[in-house]
C-alpha cells in the first residue's frame, strides 16, 4: 500500500509540475474546467484583502500565466511579479504585452527574494503550492514587507450547492492533496502556526459567491 501511495503522489507531482512548465499552455482551460468558470472570481478575492492606496507596489509570488498582474494594475496598484517556471513567466509577459501593460516580471524563488528590506506595503500569493508554507518563505515575505503590510494568499476555492458534477471535482481535489486536513479543507494548525512563528497576525476569511466560495487568508506584518 505505501508502494502504491508513494507511486500516487509521484504521479500527482508530475502533473503539476508538467501544468506549470511544459503544459503551461493548458493551465487557463485547465483552471476553467476545474473550478466550473470560477477560477478567476476566486483570484481577484485577493484584491478585497489588500488594503493599500491606488498606486501601492504590491509583490505577487508565483504569478502564473499574469492574470492577477492584470487584475492588480487595473486596480490601480504597480504590481512586480515572480516565478519560479519560465514557461509561465512567457506566458505572462505575453499577456500583459498585449493589454498594453509594463511587464516587471522576475525569475526566482520565494525563499531567496532579490528585493530590498520593507520594499513592499503587499505581497499576494493566489493558489499557491506548499512553497508558500516553508518558513524561509514567510522570512523573505516578512523582510520585504513594510511595519503593518500584508501577506494576501487566497488559498483555496470550493464549490458549492449539490450536483454529481461539484461532488466529482471535491473528490479530485481532495486525491490529489488540494484539499487540507484542516478546517474547511485548508491547513492544519500546525501549519498555520508557521506564520505566527514567523511574526505574523493570522486572519481567515471565507468570501461568498453565487455558486462557490474562496479561502483567503491574511498574514500581517505588526
Sequence with gaps: ????????WA?????????YNELAW???AVSW???????????????????????SRVLELAHGPGWMQIDLRTAGLDPVGLDVSPAMGRLA?????????????????????????ESFPAVVATFPTEFILDPATLAEVYRVLQPGGR?????AGML??????RAALEWAYRITGQRGPGPDGLWPESLAAR????????YLAKVSYPRSEAIMVVAQKP
Excluded: C
Aim: charged share 20%.
Design 93 to 117: 509577459r505575453g499577456k500583459l504585452v498585449r493589454h498594453g501593460l509594463p511587464v516587471r516580471l522576475a525569475r526566482g524563488l520565494a525563499q531567496q527574494l532579490p528585493f530590498e528590506a
Design 195 to 202: 506564520f505566527k512563528a514567523a511574526g505574523f497576525r493570522l
Design 160 to 165: 458549492t450547492g449539490g450536483g454529481p458534477l
Design 33 to 55: 474546467i476545474v473550478s466550473l468558470g470560477d477560477w478567476r472570481r476566486w483570484q481577484r478575492t485577493a484584491l478585497r484583502g489588500l488594503a493599500i492606496p491606488p498606486g
Design 1 to 8: 500500500m505505501r508502494l502504491l501511495d508513494r507511486a500516487w
Design 151 to 155: 501577506l494576501v494568499i487566497v488559498a
Design 11 to 19: 504521479l500527482v507531482s508530475l502533473g503539476f509540475r508538467l501544468l
Design 26 to 28: 493548458t493551465y487557463d
